[in-house]
T-cell receptor, first 111, second 113 residues
């Protein structure tokens, strides 16, 4: 079983809509959760991190964490064509442990 | 603050050769992690160094090795290159403390012919 699972997509949403990206993980000892954005041919860029159950908002982005369900999500409000990229979910047990990545969800925001 | 830098950015090698990639972390960051990214496998963890010590290692053959210097700069080496080693190699740095956030460099794209 893959440790971090994401739907590969592509997820297509119209401009201005809310994009919802989901991620599940198998390691119950996971403590830190990250969302990275990766444009084609570029390296991953950190969008948000979340450590506690609940929601965390940063501008148009909201990360949601539910440790009981082993589920983390990313909501992008007012989606823009520039948000079109692959979104990578990453999970970490803590200091000294490797960051485990999902394979990413491809998001396409259409004008 | 300058970001993570990686050199070279692009590299073409032939099978059987070896290659050394370099990574300079963000100033003050003591942890450097290396990843291999391919279209089929996604981002796979190679190893992590903290204060010149390998703290964690992924499931890669011994042909892949690395080291970290006292200034936190890190190198990774791949010996006896195979076609399947063609990939984007990414370096990420972090402070190395609990709940560490990793910041990626631009990557080195390696093509093995």
């Amino acid at each position: 079983q893959k440790e971090v699972e994401q739907n590969s997509g592509p997820l297509s949403v119209p401009e201005g809509a809310i994009a919802s990206l989901n991620c599940t993980y198998s390691d119950r000892g996971s403590q830190s959760f990250f969302w990275y954005r990766q444009y084609s041919g570029k390296s991953p860029e950190l969008i948000m991190f979340i450590y506690s159950n609940g929601d965390k908002e940063d501008g148009r982005f909201t990360a949601q964490l539910n440790k009981a369900s082993q589920y983390v999500s990313l909501l992008i409000r007012d989606s823009q064509p520039s948000d079109s990229a692959t979104y990578l979910c990453a999970v970490n047990r803590g200091s000294g442990y490797a960051l485990n990545f999902g394979k990413g969800t491809s998001l396409l925001v259409t004008p | 603050k300058a970001g993570v830098t990686q050199t070279p950015r692009y590299l073409i090698k032939t099978r059987g050769q070896q290659v050394t990639l370099s990574c300079s972390p963000i100033s003050g960051h003591r942890s450097v992690s290396w990843y291999q990214q391919t279209p089929g496998q996604g981002l796979q963890f190679l190893f992590e160094y903290f204060s010149e010590t390998q703290r964690n290692k992924g499931n890669f053959p011994g042909r892949f090795s690395g080291r970290q210097f006292s200034n936190s700069r890190s190198e990774m080496n791949v010996s006896t290159l195979e076609l399947g080693d063609s990939a984007l190699y990414l370096c990420a740095s972090s402070l190395g403390s609990a709940q560490e956030t990793q910041y990626f460099g631009p990557g080195t794209r390696l093509l093995v012919l």
